[in-house]
């Protein structure tokens, strides 16, 4: 059904790309996410079989990128050169040259008749990299022709994240790599993998292979928009699938070569039936029985606060650190009830002896528990806005999810903050137009032109500490996206919208400008290389 509504719309925006050239109308060259400053001018630089490629350092991760492309796409597969100033013919050159002066990773991109450069360093480097590709049109034979243009460029926001679940519906590795593929493109560079929930665990762990052999698996899953289905029908098909470690560590290091950082999240003290599933004695109630859930929702079953818990939980994210090398674990810490601390003697017994006011005080130990272990080890947690309740945890950075008001409080006690509020368009799994035009999920509203309006930066928060909002991030929860397809659906085209939000300055900002001249060619460029999307 996706691809038969893309195919019937998607024609009005090959007519439009026909019509409009966007590196000649558009003042950013086409270039999304719009770039800090583009200088055009007349003339073009052709790149044919005779153009020599060069660079400072020929096995740079963002030189070969460059060159890898145009082998696959040009069939033009000389090697790289080390740089020298004697070329006879024209010549792409990548350097760090002259580039002290730009911010983190910033990049500066010259087109003149006979030469590209690309100078940058790092992620710079390989952002300049993106912007050239995207200079290069989606037609061509043995050449491409591309404008004359100076463009010097960095991002707005150092944290510019995407999260995939890949609990409530699994997918492969090839397919997670084809995702962060799109956030390469777009200049995004740190991927959120919900690994751990409710319905599914996700990612191997040696010293407990319950948590794959019994917690990756359910039985089946409810059907429809269960909200409004009484009572609940299931499908009857079973869901399992989980990454070895040695699948991991491929994804971290696909992911590193494209300047992405992975934001793994293993969830506490709630969304914990899988792992209660497979070692119930990290409950409350022990002798009860727990199956991984075919439902969504919230459930009242969530880890106890326990030794063994922490013990169990410190083993975890030990075998999470040596796979993942990035400075943020997630941890979690929404939606979880109270209820069953609340009738646990252990529970109140733990929260009269730590003199702690409640049940929000006890999860604001746990958290600060699980805080002081990640620290010890060199690295940060990250959670949900619910981990400001009950006192926040001294290091923690939050993501705020229930509007920015969590975001808000957290920056005004001087931590740091992912804002990705549900209310603004960056829920990716909300619905992108009309409820009866569009496939069953979560419901929501979330149409492009929203994602594209926000701001991250309140203007409640006075300037120093406007300082601690480091980035934003959109998410797809899949509970009703049981197919790559479906993702690729949900996610783009308002994935391009976001990249403007993370990167662009607010002054580059006009949403007529990105959706009616530069997206129609983006969108080209999906429908030739076989990416589902919605227009």
Same mark, same amino acid.
């Given at each position: 059904?996706?691809?038969?509504?893309?195919?019937?719309?998607?024609?009005?925006?090959?007519?439009?790309?026909?019509?409009?050239?966007?590196?000649?109308?558009?003042?950013?060259?086409?270039?999304?996410?719009?770039?800090? =400053?583009?200088?055009?001018?007349?003339?073009?630089?052709?790149?044919?079989?005779?153009?020599?490629?060069?660079?400072?350092?020929?096995?740079? %991760?963002?030189?070969?990128?460059?060159?890898?492309?145009?082998?696959?796409?040009? $069939?033009?597969?000389?090697?790289?050169?080390?740089?020298?100033?004697?070329?006879?013919?024209?010549?792409? !050159?990548?350097?760090?040259?002259?580039?002290?002066?730009?911010?983190?990773?910033? &990049?500066?991109?010259?087109?003149?008749?006979?030469?590209?450069?690309?100078?940058?360093?790092?992620?710079?480097?390989?952002?300049?990299?993106?912007?050239?590709?995207?200079?290069?049109?989606?037609?061509?034979?043995?050449? $491409?022709?591309?404008?004359?243009?100076?463009?010097?460029?960095?991002?707005?926001?150092?944290?510019?994240?995407?999260? /995939?679940?890949?609990?409530?519906?699994? *997918?492969?590795?090839?397919?997670?790599?084809?995702?962060?593929?799109?956030?390469?493109?777009?200049?995004?560079?740190?991927?959120? #993998?919900?690994?751990?929930?409710?319905?599914? #665990?996700?990612?191997?762990? %040696?010293?407990?292979?319950?948590?794959?052999?019994?917690?990756?698996?359910?039985?089946?899953?409810?059907?429809?928009?269960?909200?409004?289905?009484?009572?609940?029908?299931?499908?009857? !098909?079973?869901?399992?699938?989980?990454?070895?470690?040695?699948?991991?560590?491929?994804? !971290?290091?696909?992911?590193?070569?494209?300047?992405?950082?992975?934001?793994?999240?293993?969830?506490?003290?709630?969304?914990?039936?899988?792992?209660?599933?497979?070692?119930?004695?990290?409950?409350?109630?022990?002798?009860?029985?727990?199956? !991984?859930?075919?439902?969504?929702?919230?459930?009242?079953?969530? *880890?106890?606060?326990?030794?063994?818990?922490?013990?169990?939980?410190?083993?975890?994210?030990?075998?999470?650190?040596?796979?993942?090398?990035?400075?943020?674990?997630?941890?979690?810490?929404?939606?979880?009830?109270?209820?069953?601390?609340?009738?646990?003697?252990?529970?109140?017994?733990?929260?009269?002896?730590?003199?702690?006011?409640?049940?929000?005080?006890?999860?604001?130990?746990?958290?600060?528990?699980?805080?002081?272990?990640?620290?010890? %080890?060199?690295?940060?947690?990250?959670?949900?806005?619910?981990?400001?309740?009950?006192?926040?945890?001294?290091?923690?950075?939050?993501?705020?999810?229930?509007?920015?008001?969590?975001?808000?409080?957290?920056?005004?006690?001087?931590?740091?903050?992912?804002?990705?509020?549900?209310?603004?368009?960056?829920?990716?799994?909300?619905?992108?137009?009309?409820?009866?035009?569009?496939?069953?999920?979560?419901?929501?509203?979330?149409?492009?032109?929203?994602? &594209?309006?926000?701001?991250?930066?309140?203007? =409640?928060?006075?300037?120093?500490?406007?300082?601690?909002?480091?980035?934003?991030?959109?998410?797809? #929860?899949?509970?009703?996206?049981?197919?790559?397809?479906?993702?690729?659906?949900?996610?783009?085209?308002?994935?391009?919208? /976001?990249?403007?939000?993370? #990167?662009?300055?607010?002054?580059?900002?006009?949403?007529?400008?990105?959706?009616?001249?530069?997206?129609?060619?983006?969108?080209?460029?999906?429908?030739?290389?076989?990416?589902?999307?919605?227009?």
């Amino acid at each position: 059904m996706l691809k038969k509504l893309t195919a019937l719309l998607f024609p009005c925006f090959l007519v439009s790309s026909a019509m409009v050239n966007a590196q000649d109308t558009d003042p950013y060259a086409g270039i999304i996410p719009a770039p800090v =400053s583009v200088k055009k001018a007349a003339g073009e630089f052709v790149l044919s079989q005779e153009t020599v490629i060069q660079a400072d350092t020929p096995d740079n %991760k963002a030189v070969q990128f460059f060159s890898r492309y145009v082998a696959d796409n040009m $069939a033009y597969n000389k090697q790289v050169a080390a740089r020298n100033a004697r070329v006879s013919t024209t010549s792409i !050159v990548f350097t760090s040259a002259g580039t002290d002066n730009l911010p983190a990773e910033g &990049y500066r991109l010259t087109v003149t008749p006979n030469q590209v450069t690309v100078a940058g360093k790092g992620a710079g480097l390989f952002y300049g990299v993106q912007t050239l590709i995207q200079l290069m049109p989606l037609e061509h034979g043995g050449t $491409a022709k591309l404008p004359v243009v100076t463009i010097e460029d960095y991002p707005r926001f150092g944290y510019r994240g995407m999260m /995939l679940d890949v609990c409530r519906h699994f *997918f492969t590795v090839e397919f997670v790599k084809r995702y962060i593929d799109l956030m390469a493109a777009y200049k995004l560079n740190r991927f959120h #993998w919900h690994l751990t929930d409710d319905q599914g #665990w996700r990612i191997e762990i %040696k010293k407990y292979p319950r948590l794959t052999s019994v917690g990756s698996f359910r039985k089946e899953s409810v059907i429809g928009n269960y909200k409004d289905r009484q009572p609940l029908q299931y499908d009857g !098909v079973p869901v399992s699938g989980y990454y070895t470690q040695e699948q991991i560590r491929d994804v !971290v290091k696909y992911a590193q070569d494209r300047y992405i950082t992975i934001v793994p999240e293993i969830e506490m003290p709630g969304h914990a039936l899988a792992a209660l599933a497979a070692y119930p004695e990290l409950s409350c109630n022990p002798d009860q029985k727990y199956e !991984v859930s075919g439902k969504w929702g919230v459930f009242n079953n969530i *880890f106890c606060p326990s030794e063994k818990t922490f013990g169990f939980l410190q083993d975890v994210l030990t075998e999470v650190m040596e796979l993942f090398p990035g400075k943020y674990i997630h941890i979690g810490g929404d939606e979880a009830p109270k209820e069953v601390w609340k009738q646990s003697k252990f529970c109140q017994d733990l929260i009269r002896r730590l003199n702690l006011k409640n049940e929000h005080g006890l999860q604001s130990y746990f958290v600060q528990r699980m805080e002081k272990f990640v620290n010890s %080890k060199g690295r940060s947690i990250i959670g949900w806005d619910e981990i400001l309740e009950g006192g926040l945890a001294p290091n923690a950075t939050v993501m705020s999810w229930r509007g920015e008001e969590g975001g808000i409080e957290a920056a005004k006690q001087n931590h740091d903050v992912i804002m990705t509020p549900s209310s603004q368009g960056l829920y990716f799994d909300h619905n992108q137009g009309k409820l009866n035009q569009e496939p069953v999920g979560i419901g929501g509203n979330a149409p492009i032109q929203k994602t &594209y309006a926000y701001n991250p930066t309140p203007a =409640s928060l006075t300037p120093d500490q406007q300082k601690y909002i480091k980035g934003v991030q959109a998410n797809l #929860w899949t509970e009703y996206i049981t197919t790559e397809n479906k993702v690729e659906y949900m996610i783009l085209p308002r994935m391009l919208a /976001l990249s403007e939000v993370a #990167w662009s300055p607010l002054a580059n900002k006009n949403f007529k400008d990105f959706y009616e001249t530069r997206l129609p060619d983006h969108l080209a460029w999906f429908d030739k290389n076989g990416y589902n999307f919605r227009v």
